[in-house]
């Protein structure tokens, strides 16, 4: 039996499936070294409020560090692009062999190869869950989505998923909008930029505690 819920960690929500640990998943193929790395192998963004979220500790101040040191990490005025590991030879030979995996409506075929910087293998992330972008703390696969969406509670999470996302667009926006105006930038003055970030008064999201979903085998239900 698997459970989907709803976690907050330090104010920042996000939904867990018990499930990933023993991900099957078209996604959590890995024909890269980096095995057993569930649907990580995105490279995240860090937005000003996942920035902001960090700068506001020392464990935080360390954590930005790391992002921030990552051989090939971008740095953008507003964002913070932590890319990570790609194996593009073995990624060219898959392609040119035309064996390919039966991967649906998966049409990139590279993210096989490719490992998020933080994902640590048959471990899962290393950051806190209060650290990560809400892409990853909301994401479902279509193999979960297919498990819950006949649960009575499917749609609000949903709903509430897609209302977080819009606050942490605004959020995101009036942070910009103080950055302009005082002309500043990750990219212009890093240092400045977190000082001015730490000024900024955090606002928390309420976040719903919602209804659990119990996947039992072959069915799924509201808990
Ligand atoms: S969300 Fe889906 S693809 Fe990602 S780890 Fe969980 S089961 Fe695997
Ligand atoms: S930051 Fe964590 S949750 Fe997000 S892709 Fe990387 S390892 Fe996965």
Not at 34 to 39: D, F, L, P
Not at 95 to 104: L, T
Not at 151 to 166: G, L, Q, T
């Amino acid at each position: 039996m698997e459970i989907v819920y709803v976690s907050i960690d330090q104010g920042v929500p996000r939904y867990v499936y018990t499930g990933c640990k023993n991900c099957s998943s078209i996604m959590g193929i890995s024909l890269c070294s980096i095995k057993n790395r569930g649907c990580c192998y995105y490279y995240p963004r860090f937005t000003l409020l996942d920035i902001q979220r960090m700068a506001r500790s020392l464990e935080g101040l360390r954590v930005l560090e790391t992002i921030r040191r990552l051989p090939s990490v971008e740095i953008h005025p507003f964002e913070i692009h932590a890319k990570g590991y790609f194996d593009e030879e073995g990624y060219v030979r898959y392609m040119e062999s035309g064996n390919r995996i039966d991967a649906r409506d998966i049409r990139d075929h590279s993210i096989f190869f490719k490992a998020c910087p933080f994902v640590k293998s048959g471990y899962g992330c290393s950051l806190p869950p209060r650290y990560r972008s809400y892409v990853c703390n909301f994401f479902l696969c279509n193999e979960v989505i297919e498990k819950i969406k006949s649960s009575s509670s499917f749609e609000a999470y949903i709903k509430e998923r897609e209302r977080y996302v819009r606050w942490v667009e605004w959020e995101n926006t009036s942070l910009r909008e103080i950055l302009f105006e005082n002309k500043l930038d990750l990219v212009k003055d890093f240092k400045s930029t977190i000082k001015l970030l730490q000024d900024i008064p955090l606002n928390i999201y309420d976040f719903p505690q919602l209804q659990r979903i119990t996947i039992s085998a072959g069915f799924s239900r509201g808990a």
